[in-house]
T-cell receptor, first 115, second 114 residues
């Protein structure tokens, strides 16, 4: 079974530029998550989708971050415009069901450096 | 918001030694999980704990869900080189609409001297 795929793996941009990350979850997984992991810290949830609907985006900085999952499969996370403090690894995760004893499987992440 | 205090932040041990790390919180969680993250990879689930007081083993790993539901520990016995990495605890909360939210600790970096 293929795991969670993310691209690109690395991205370097200058502040005020825009960037987008892509995630393809494990086939059949209804729930998709985006996390931000700053160096030396644990992952922090940004947004959670159930199929193509947003369940929790309470920690998403909506003035610059946006995410979508139009067909309930792939998802993109966008930052526009980027700030220096956005430098982090952006992890995508997916799980089969919604809630309960449901394991989240993580992708390898996209390492973003903002100069 | 919910926060997890994970300790120690780093450990330097000899191969074959046992390891112990723990997480505490002022918040109650309905599930505790332990993940391992290797460089350049996402976290991988090691152990999940679903009931207060539960003690679960996975090979050389043992973890417990605290009685108060506010803490958990992870033990690794007879460490080997491939145990090197960063270990994260995570507490799971049930949110509105039935969503489950993970809150991660800051990690314990394990280094093993052969």
């Amino acid at each position: 079974e293929a795991g969670v795929a993310q691209s690109p793996r690395y991205k370097i941009i200058e502040k005020r530029q825009s960037v987008a990350f892509w995630c393809n979850p494990i086939s059949g997984h209804a729930t998709l998550y985006w996390y931000q992991q700053i160096l030396g810290q644990g992952p922090k949830l940004l947004i959670q989708f159930q199929n193509n609907g947003v369940v929790d985006d309470s920690q998403l900085p909506k003035d610059r971050f946006s995410a979508e999952r139009l067909k309930g499969v792939d998802s993109t996370l966008k930052i526009q415009p980027a700030k220096l403090e956005d430098s982090a690894v952006y992890l995508c995760a997916s799980s089969l069901r919604f809630g309960g004893k449901d394991t989240q499987y993580f992708g390898p992440g996209t390492r973003l450096t903002v100069l | 918001g919910q926060q997890l205090n994970q300790s120690p932040q780093s450990m330097f041990i000899q191969e074959g030694e046992d390891v112990s790390m723990n997480c505490t919180s002022s918040s109650i969680f309905n599930t505790w999980l332990w993940y391992k993250q290797d460089p350049g990879e996402g976290p991988v689930l090691l152990i999940a704990l679903y009931k207060a007081g539960e003690l679960t083993s996975n090979g050389r790993l043992t973890a417990q869900f605290g009685i108060t539901r506010k803490d958990s520990f992870l033990n690794i016995s007879a460490s080997i080189p491939s145990d090197v990495g960063i270990y994260f605890c995570a507490g799971q909360l049930r949110m509105s609409q039935g969503a489950q939210k993970l809150v991660f600790g800051q990690g314990t970096r394990l280094t093993i001297n052969p």
